[in-house]
């Protein structure tokens, strides 16, 4: 099993960028999927997520608005893009699966990648 980011950089405030998740070894059916990130000397937060279905979404009030979350079953993949990148928004961004649980917790995630770091200069 493996999730593996891609898509990360530097970008200027107000900037967009689109970060993908592949996934190898367990098809995305069965699970929720969801972005993390962790920004220096903090705590690793809720992003977004998106259920089995493809179609309900959660997102933290910080991005809500700005970030969108899919999946391509058909490719395995999630995307999420970020919009009108902030400082604050700067962060390495993981991708993760949760197998049949849906929620904000990073706990309830079983499997993680290793991550896409995301600068947004201002």
């Known amino acids: 099993v493996q999730l593996v980011e891609s898509g990360g950089g530097l970008v200027q405030t107000g900037g967009s960028l689109g970060l993908s998740c592949l996934a190898s070894?367990?098809?995305?059916?069965?699970?929720?999927m969801g972005w993390f990130r962790q920004a220096p000397g903090k705590e690793r937060e809720f992003v977004a997520a998106?259920?089995?279905?493809?179609?309900?979404?959660l997102y933290a009030d910080s991005v809500k608005g700005r970030f969108t979350i899919s999946r391509d079953f058909a490719k395995n993949t999630v995307w999420l893009r970020l919009n009108n990148l902030k400082p604050e928004d700067t962060a390495v961004y993981y991708c993760?699966?949760?197998?049949?649980?849906?929620?904000?917790?990073?706990?309830?995630?079983?499997?993680w990648g290793r991550g896409a770091p995301v600068t947004v200069s201002s």
């Open positions: 993760a699966a949760a197998i049949r649980q849906w929620s904000t917790m990073a706990v309830v995630y079983d499997f």
């Open positions: 998106i259920k089995w279905d493809g179609i309900d979404t």
């Open positions: 070894g367990f098809t995305l059916s069965d699970t929720a």
